[in-house]
Every structure is written in structure tokens, then in C-alpha cells.
């Protein structure tokens, strides 16, 4: 069942804390993606990652932090210095682009955080 | 600022009726892509134009590219409750994939 995951569902952070958003994909896309979607808004880039080991930023990206250890594997870390970390998290991935064209991108289900 | 803009914000029909959805964007672009958000849940894609494309079709999905007026729209026919969520175009703006704010389709039975 192919398809491209995230975890947890619901996360709940307090002021000052450091967490972690799990998103796996086992679709053998090379690009992947992660967005931030406010309430009423469209989706905003925070990182994208074209490779493994290597990942650049989006328009957004001040407090957050990546890693691409893995193919499969894209976890965006949202730190202390993000001011207003609620939000939905989204990630997505791709193929890569191919004759200057974009390609479809699959969404994981989201991740829902709550600054407490 | 966003590359691509859809209007209306909002959209509320009955069941039955053909929804249209608009979407403008500013610099040219190769293909543009539509997708579909139901309520707290990820996108699904629901289908790309090329820009030598003017019409596509997909089931009760018709979409319509305008280079020259650098708009698309959205189509959908015969609407069904299951219909309702937020629909989205996606263009290109540099190195990046750019969404825009979306259309929130509402179908009432």
C-alpha cells in the first residue's frame, strides 16, 4: 500500500519546547516537501528536500529545522524560536522535476499542533 | 504574494448543480495544477494542465487554461454533497510550487 504517512495526528506543545514531526514516504519519490497551512489560508513552504543529504528553504523557514538522512524519511523539527507554532503541518512528495515541469505532489494526512 | 489566486472564497450550491472555480496567476508558467483539500485532511491532486493545453477533462472535472489572461477554471459538473471541500491551484513562482488560498465549496443535498 503505497502512500506517504505522518505522525501524530495531533501533537500539543508547550512554550519553550522543542518537537518533531514524523512524515515517511514509500512512493520512491526523490523530492519531498513540508508545508504550514493556517486557518483560511493557502499552504506556505517551510523546507523542500530534492535529495538525500541535501534540502533548502522555503519562504518560511525561520524556527524550523530538517533532516534527510533517508529517502524515505523528511521530519521537520519545529524549535523554541518559532513564535506561533499552531498550525496544520503538511507533507508532500514528488518526482523530481523533469523538463522544467512540476509533477503531481501526494499529501500525508497532516499534522495537527497546538501550542498550549 | 501569491502566484496563483482563486475566486471565490467561498461557494454554496445544491446538489446537482455545476460548481465553477477561478484561479489567476501572474508570471508564466509551464502546467498548472489543481487540488482538493477535504476538512482536516491532506490535498489530493486532482489534475494538471499543461500551458499548450487549453481543455482537460476528468470525469465530471473540466478545466480550462487561458495563457493570455494568465487564468484557469475549474468545473464541476453535476455536484454531489461528497463535493464539498476546499479546492486549490498550484503554480509555478521560481524554484517553487506556489498554492493559492483555495475556493471552499460547500454542496448542500
Not at chain 1, 505522518?6 to 514531526?21: A, C, D, I
Not at chain 2, 504574494?1 to 489567476?24: F, H, K, R
Request: glycine letters at 8%; charged letters at 20%.
Amino acid at each position: 500500500d503505497g502512500g506517504i504517512t505522518q505522525s501524530p495526528k495531533y501533537l500539543f506543545r508547550k512554550e519553550g519546547q522543542n518537537v518533531t514531526l514524523s512524515c515517511e514516504q514509500n512512493l520512491n519519490h526523490d523530492a519531498m516537501y513540508w508545508y504550514r497551512q493556517d486557518p483560511g489560508q493557502g499552504l506556505r513552504l517551510i523546507y523542500y528536500s530534492q535529495i538525500v543529504n541535501d534540502f533548502q528553504k522555503g519562504d518560511i523557514a525561520e524556527g524550523y529545522s530538517v533532516s534527510r538522512e533517508k529517502k524515505e524519511s523528511f521530519p521537520l523539527t519545529v524549535t523554541s524560536a518559532q513564535k506561533n507554532p499552531t498550525a496544520f503541518y503538511l507533507c508532500a512528495s514528488s518526482v523530481l522535476r523533469t523538463g522544467g515541469e512540476w509533477n503531481e505532489q501526494f499529501f500525508g494526512p497532516g499534522t495537527r499542533l497546538t501550542v498550549l | 504574494s501569491q502566484q496563483g489566486e482563486e475566486d471565490p472564497q467561498a461557494l454554496s450550491i445544491q446538489e446537482g448543480e455545476n460548481a465553477t472555480m477561478n484561479c489567476s496567476y501572474k508570471t508564466s508558467i509551464n502546467n498548472l495544477q489543481w487540488y482538493r483539500q477535504n476538512s482536516g485532511r491532506g490535498l489530493v491532486h486532482l489534475i494538471l494542465i499543461r500551458s499548450n493545453e487549453r481543455e482537460k477533462h476528468s470525469g465530471r472535472l473540466r478545466v480550462t487554461l487561458d495563457t493570455s489572461k494568465k487564468s484557469s477554471s475549474l468545473l464541476i459538473t453535476a455536484s454531489r454533497a461528497a463535493d464539498t471541500a476546499s479546492y486549490f491551484c498550484a503554480t509555478e513562482r521560481g524554484n517553487k510550487l506556489v498554492f493559492g488560498a483555495g475556493t471552499i465549496l460547500r454542496v448542500k443535498s
